[in-house]
């Protein structure tokens, strides 16, 4: 099953590579991916809206959100099951 979580990130360097990395870490396959500017374009953050699923059943959506709200740049992040606001 896939679930699809929406990520506000920063636009710092390496950022993206952050976040691709850590999923595929903790056991997560990456189905699709789609990237939008913030509100205002150039601005200093970009949405992802990253669609996963666990490589086994062990793999919870929950541990991963809580994983990619602890990352450097991550200013939101939100899924179905998973809501946060990162201070």
Do not use: K, W
């Amino acid at each position: 099953m896939s679930d699809t979580i929406h990520i506000q990130i920063d636009r710092a360097d390496g950022s993206l590579q952050r976040l691709i990395g850590l999923v595929e870490r903790r056991g997560f396959h990456i189905d699709g991916m789609s990237m939008a500017p913030d509100s205002e374009e150039g601005g200093p953050s970009r949405r992802i809206a990253l669609t996963v699923r666990g490589r086994d059943a062990a793999r919870s959506i929950d541990n991963l959100g809580c994983q990619i709200d602890r990352l450097f740049g991550v200013s939101r992040i939100g899924a179905p099951a998973y809501q946060s606001e990162a201070a």
